[in-house]
């Protein structure tokens, strides 16, 4: 890491152990800032401190702070006053308890500091720390102040250094009444379901993988600007139809997530129907039925759907030999049938040719 400059000194207060540290911050911001400029001649625009009372821009070294009362009377605060209050903490990180870290809850997190050994002597102290929170595997709870005003920390350990996460306090989270739906609503099973394989398809993510698309697409803009060439747009998004139906919601979901991972989409969701554009429909073979005679299969029925076979058999009347070889065929076919389970479907398609013995009768 590179040579960051420390925002605070103090140390660690660890029981008797005291060790000495600098505060370095642990995060940065990479967001473009852009300044406020005149539109009729780019001239900046800028803030200026100026007094009220006088109407005259002052200079840093002659403003101070104050309290502003309920009725607008201005209370001076210098920084002798804040230097002369009792805090204990005003140079030190005072850890107070060890905790698991999931007693933590994450809306207290605020920002992020390293806490660097500040010279030799504090090595072995700041390595004891360490390790101690390694192998325990707990978190250190601390007071701190920090800009005139005391604040709460976690300390925990981030490779091989000690960083600390500044905390609100416990009064400053907000209950959060009034904030979730206040209609009852129920979720139903396949909801849950589908729900649950689109989180299982958009799986987990190396949050190093992720960054700022907005910053890149403003950085190449102001490149292209600055060079007399056009930024470069992207077509919007066509905007898609709202869809009313939650399950179908899901399903869509379900679909886009794993085609945008070069996964196959399943034909089928978790209700059995099919998200594609066209149904599958598979038969199911029946149970196994008592053995029947070829004569009982013969109804009205098979004759339905062999209407076309035998109106061909009968503008052919010349034809016998192969109506005779056609009956053959029927009779294995049926003995065929006897010995095994066959589906609906099978069954009517052998029993068609048996139908074609019917016409040679009459045309003998």
């Not at 709202?242 to 886009?256: G, H, I, P, Q």
């Not at 196994?288 to 029925?301: D, R, Y």
Request: proline fraction near 6%; include cysteine.
């Amino acid at each position: 890491m590179r040579q960051v400059r420390s925002i605070w000194n103090g140390a660690i207060s660890f029981g008797l152990v005291s060790i000495p540290i600098k505060l370095v911050n642990a995060t940065e911001s990479h967001s473009v800032s852009f300044r406020q400029i005149h539109t009729e001649d780019g001239g900046r625009i800028r803030y200026r401190k100026v007094c009220e009372l006088e109407d005259r821009e002052v200079a840093q070294a002659e403003i101070g702070k104050a309290y502003e009362d309920a009725d607008g009377t201005m209370i001076p605060i210098t920084d002798e006053d804040l230097a002369q209050l009792p805090i204990p903490t005003a140079k030190t990180i005072e850890i107070v308890a060890f905790v698991p870290a999931d007693r933590i809850d994450p809306l207290q997190m605020d920002a992020a500091y390293y806490l660097s050994a500040n010279g030799v002597p504090a090595a072995k102290p700041y390595t004891l720390l360490r390790e101690a929170l390694k192998r325990s595997q707990k978190v250190a709870i601390a007071k701190y102040a920090l800009r005139g005003r005391e604040r709460l920390g976690m300390l925990r350990v981030v490779d091989d250094v000690i960083a600390m996460h500044g905390l609100l306090w416990p009064d400053e989270i907000r209950v959060p009444e009034g904030v979730a739906p206040d209609t009852n609503v129920t979720v139903r099973d396949k909801e849950l379901d589908l729900a649950d394989a689109l989180m299982d398809t958009l799986g987990e993510v190396d949050l190093a993988d992720l960054h700022d698309d907005y910053r890149e697409a403003v950085e190449e803009m102001i490149t292209a600007k600055a060079s007399g060439e056009h930024p470069a747009t992207s077509p919007s998004p066509a905007p898609g139809a709202k869809v009313l139906d939650l399950m179908a919601a899901l399903e869509k979901s379900v679909r886009e997530a794993k085609e945008s991972r070069g996964e196959e989409p399943d034909a089928k969701e978790s209700d059995g129907t099919e998200t594609g554009a066209k149904a599958e429909v598979r038969r199911i073979s029946p149970r196994a039925t008592p053995k029947q005679t070829p004569g009982k299969k013969s109804t009205s029925t098979a004759t339905k759907k062999t209407t076309t076979a035998k109106k061909s058999q009968s503008q052919r009347p010349s034809e016998s030999p192969a109506s005779a070889s056609a009956s053959a065929s029927a009779k294995k076919s049926t003995r065929t049938t006897k010995k095994t389970t066959a589906t609906k479907s099978t069954t009517t398609a052998k029993k068609s040719p048996a139908k074609k013995a019917t016409p040679r009768k009459r045309t003998a």
